[in-house]
């Protein structure tokens, strides 16, 4: 997964997906600050504070998600991401993308 964005007040942020399981689904994981312990076999990155989805992947695994960065974020501020997508070859069942951290200028 990589980000695109400044994360300037009100600008286009994205998120993409690559390489998931095609046409499959996934849930985004963002959290307030990192957690990195142990879950489903992978590594949960961010603290569960928000759970979205599911998304439907393209027949390539992929997903683009976009929106506008919230304005009042604090600068230096970091909030975490992360992909979540059932996968019956992975381990229990699922597979996770990379964590991102995205500091608010």
Do not use: C
């Not at 076999?41 to 992929?62: E, I, T, Y």
């Not at 993308?97 to 995205?102: E, I, Q, V, W």
């Amino acid at each position: 997964m990589t980000g695109a964005g400044t994360l300037v007040p009100l600008t286009t942020v994205s998120l993409v997906l690559t390489d998931g399981q095609a046409s499959g689904s996934s849930w985004l994981v963002m959290g307030l600050s990192e957690l990195s312990l142990p879950f489903k076999g992978g590594v949960l990155v961010p603290n569960a504070d928000f759970v979205l989805g599911p998304f439907a992947l393209d027949a390539r695994g992929g997903l683009l998600l976009s929106t506008h960065w919230p304005a009042g974020v604090p600068s230096g501020f970091v909030t975490y991401f992360q992909q979540w997508i059932p996968d019956v070859a992975g381990p229990q069942g699922f597979s996770a993308s990379n964590g991102l951290g995205a500091t608010a200028p």
